[in-house]
């Protein structure tokens, strides 16, 4: 269908306008009536597929039909993320303001992947981590006034891989003897993402040594040292450790006070992958998880975890990102130009894997511009708060049981029955649509997930979460 204003298909200004009206009137009514849809899919696989036309449209449609599908075929086969009773895996938050700075940012439609390509896309990036930083007190080495710096990343899954690859080449550079391989550490909960960057850098997956955790589920530095011993022994080459603050399965806490100086003695790399509880340190009273940091090569976290940012934004740093770089970087003739060969510009394609790169900072400047420091620590606060008044429930009850005491916002913990029947439960509570929780295996056992993050999440919803449960373990038990 042409256009008649302009002579061609495009949307013209002013039915863009009056259609991203009609969008955000959509999201809108998403978000007032979030609560009325089950949390869980209830699609069938094949469902959404089948619903839609074999072939693309030969003609343009009309904006209003295609609205119409997204009402009519797509929110069924949705996860509703954002419903305030989502309490599975980590939560993937987002809020108001990230929404926002998500459109202009695709309004804008800038593609940033030299400084030269917008100079604004990289020093807004450059200026937003280094208040991310402060704001989470991390150490002055990883702001970019200093020899590091951040940058954001799709994932932590990336930031992990090109943690790996940046360690990788230090250690080709300084010319240390490999012929018995590299050898990398993370803890038996470590996030399944380390294992997937050693094993695409190239690094001989049976050489990732599983370091035993402790009761609150805590890499052991004692058994590091030891197996890094073992290793050296055998001419195997120690490169890479991955610490977690905050593991997926249990919120463990490794200790990087102590993990630190054995990567230090070692000359290893450390990476430290805050992903979701890193969050946490915007409020001083938390900022005790960060204990350490001074001692890693590098540190991740996700906004788009736990600090109301729309996926996808991991903030990413580096002590010292000469080795980030030196790792990254390649300048073919056609992207050559003054300003990088000036030196005096940051290019964050040098400091990630894709090569082109979307304009993510925008989103979290205006998060933290709309919330404050003040605004974020309050609603951490409050889902902290949540999830200790969650744990509370289990203690008290005669049917559930902790699986470990919650350090944040993560009750990890179990029907007092066995792993079939804890299955069960979960299955039931989710099928029932009116909340959604995840799994996971603690010392060997099927073990309940409570992860209290989304945006919207209220007292009444934990409270009401609990009482399904309750029901479900009830019918259980009848
Ligand atoms: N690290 C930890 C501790 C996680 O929990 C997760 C995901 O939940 C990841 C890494 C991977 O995160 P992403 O989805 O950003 O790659």
């Known amino acids: 269908m042409k256009r008649p204003d302009n002579d061609s298909f495009h949307m013209s200004l002013d039915e863009f306008a009056e259609n991203a009206r009609k969008a955000v009137d959509e999201i809108v009514a998403y978000y007032k009536n979030i609560e009325s849809y089950p949390v869980l899919s209830k699609s069938e696989p094949g469902d959404v597929f089948s619903s839609l036309p074999g072939n693309a449209p030969e003609k343009g449609e009309q904006f209003d039909d295609i609205i ?28 108001g303001p990230s929404i926002i ?32 930083a402060k704001m989470l007190g991390l150490p002055d080495a990883f702001m970019s006034s200093g020899t590091g710096g951040g940058v954001i990343q799709d994932s932590a899954s990336s930031a992990a891989l090109c943690a790996v690859i940046a360690a ?34 190239g690094v001989d997956i049976s050489r990732l040594r ?36 905050g593991t997926t ?14 990567a230090e003695k070692h000359h290893m790399w450390l990476h430290v992958d805050a992903a979701m509880s890193g969050t946490a340190a915007v409020c001083p009273e938390y900022r005790y998880i960060n204990k350490g940091l001074h001692f890693a090569d590098s540190y991740c976290f996700n906004p788009h975890k ?13 002590k010292e990102r000469k080795h980030l770089i030196q790792a990254l970087s390649i300048l073919p003739e056609y992207l050559r130009n003054e300003a990088t060969e000036s030196g005096r510009v940051f290019d964050y394609r040098d400091w990630q894997i894709p090569l082109g790169r979307r304009f993510r900072s925008l989103k979290l400047w205006f998060v933290i511009r709309h919330y404050g420091i003040e605004g974020l620590q309050y609603h951490i606060r409050k889902h902290i708060e949540l ?90 038990q009848s």
């Open 68 to 95: 119409r599908d997204v009402r009519d075929i797509i929110l069924p086969g949705l996860t509703h993320w954002q419903s305030p009773m989502f309490f599975g895996y980590f939560p993937s938050n987002t809020s």
């Open 306 to 318: 736990w600090m109301f940012t729309n996926f996808d934004c991991d903030c990413f740093y580096v």
């Open 387 to 476: 999830a200790q008044y969650f744990a509370g429930f289990v203690r008290a009850s005669d049917t559930f049981e902790l699986a470990v005491e919650p350090p944040f916002n993560l009750v990890c913990f179990r029907y007092k029955g066995t792993d079939k029947e804890n299955e069960l439960l979960l299955k039931n509570v989710n099928k029932s649509g009116s909340m959604f929780m995840t799994h996971t295996r603690m010392d060997g056992k099927y073990t309940l997930r409570m992860c209290i993050g989304q945006t919207n999440t209220r007292q009444e919803h934990v409270y009401r979460a609990w009482h399904i449960l309750e029901h479900a373990a009830s019918v259980l």
């Open 249 to 262: 399965s249990s919120n463990g806490i490794d200790p990087v006070p102590e993990i630190g100086p054995v």
């Open 101 to 132: 700075g998500e459109l202009i940012s695709a309004g804008l439609g800038v593609q940033g992947m030299l400084w030269a390509t917008s100079p604004a896309c990289t020093e807004l990036e450059t200026r937003v981590l280094d208040w991310t």
């Open 168 to 201: 990788r080449e230090q250690v080709k550079r300084t010319g240390t003897p490999q012929e018995n391989g590299l050898a990398a550490y993370a803890s038996e909960e470590a996030h399944s993402s380390v294992e997937k960057a050693l094993r695409i850098s």
């Open 210 to 245: 599983r370091v035993p955790v402790d009761e609150t589920f805590a890499m052991r530095a004692d058994a590091l040292e030891a197996m890094i011993a073992e290793d050296l022994q055998k001419g195997i080459h120690p490169f890479f450790i991955a610490a977690t603050l």
